[in-house]
């Protein structure tokens, strides 16, 4: 359906950010719902946000509420993750998914996902 190709992944300190991307190839994201999922040391994954790319509603999980931006970029075909206030909780293998079925998204199974990045939060 679609390649995704995740960046931006590192060590930070609590309290520090970090951008995560998501880049698309072989087609646009004009028609499809993007969401990053994470999956910590010994925890099942765990959605963290979503966002449909015609409209730009987005939807987060409450952990990340407040902290957490998920944007768009139609010029870069690309999806971002702005991590403010990154905690030692946060830290994780972040992963890009995205499906043109809003009802598979919500269920959390993707049609097409990345590679993940890793994200670790030093205390």
């Known amino acids: 359906q679609v390649q995704l190709v995740e960046s931006g992944g590192g060590l930070v300190q609590a309290g520090g950010s970090l951008r995560l991307s998501c880049a698309a190839s072989?087609?646009?994201?004009?028609?499809?719902?993007v969401g990053w999922i994470r999956q910590a040391p010994g925890k099942d994954r765990e959605f963290v946000a979503r966002i449909t790319w015609s409209s730009g509603s987005t939807y987060y999980a409450d952990s990340v509420k407040g902290r957490f931006t998920i944007s768009r970029d139609n010029a870069k075909n690309t999806v971002y993750l702005q991590m403010n206030s990154l905690q030692p909780e946060d830290t994780a293998v972040y992963y890009c998914?995205?499906?043109?079925?809003?009802?598979?998204?919500?269920?959390?199974?993707?049609?097409?996902w990345g590679q993940g990045t890793q994200v670790t939060v030093s205390s």
């Open positions: 998914a995205a499906d043109t079925a809003l009802f598979r998204a919500v269920a959390g199974n993707f049609g097409s």
């Open positions: 072989g087609r646009t994201f004009s028609n499809y719902v």
